[in-house]
């Protein structure tokens, strides 16, 4: 039975006996500064560019305070989603209880919330790859999920708390549930088939709580999974993927206020797929068409936005 933590601080001086990252056929974010420090350190003598389904596993010898370095070789970050993120977790930890026994305490990062997957889902998704991992029998006793954001790393403690009880075995029934029902994790097996309600809104550091208390609350405690396409962390075909997630998504969620261009272009997207929209504006923010007519939440605050969004997707006929 391991033990999970979520931590907050910085990956690269986080203590541990291995730390866990993945290759997306390319670095981004904490495996980027991670590989970057052990190849100076090392002058070049290593190469971490693990293909899918390969792996790379390094001693760090000081150069980051974890004593080994695991890169997992994955699709490329277009492609790697609730499922693979699965995958990875489990991938991860069977790696090591191969080729490094003895490691007791691993570290990883969360995956998928900085390029717009649902943040819980995704850290569900995580979740039920170790707990797959698991199931086969492992060495390793503690793992801590590293999140340097610390208003993440806050909102991850408390589904930690409901989605891993620490005292439990991988077959015993979950509390909250009927003791016929064995404790499973669904993310990553099954969201393809969760609706999933589409948010248009520039990537910034000015919305990210009218994001996350805003909108990403209200959508998640209505059943949905909440995504949005951040355009500097996405890699690959950006338009592909926002038209996709659009075309699939059961509302699209739209905030106009300041005028973003690519909100504008992807509401009128929206729109030409005859998908469902609620128009999103702060009081007093000019907007750029007349929007009478559609569904508009004009709104005072992010608690008037919250209380008001809630409402709406109460309402919302989704046949």
Known sequence: MIEIKVETT????FACDVLVL???QG????????????TQARKGEIQVSPIPGDHVLISSQGAVTAKHVLFVGVVPLSDFEYSEIRAFSTQGLSILSKELPDARHVAMTIHGVNYGLDEREAFMAQLGGIMDAEKKGLSVERLSIVERNAGRATRLKAVLRKAWPQQRSVTAPHPQKPLNQPYRITAGAESRAKPHVFVAMPFSKDLEDVYVFGIQGPVNAAGYLCERVDMVSFTGDILERIKSRIQTATLVVADLTGGNANVYLEVGYAWGKSRPTLLLARKGDELKFDVRGQRCIVYENIVDLSKK????????DTT
């Open 10 to 13: 910085d990956i690269a001086d």
């Open 22 to 24: 993945k290759y997306a």
């Open 27 to 38: 670095f981004h974010g904490a495996d980027a500064i991670v590989a970057t420090t052990l």
């Open 309 to 316: 969004l809630q409402a709406d997707l109460a309402a919302l």
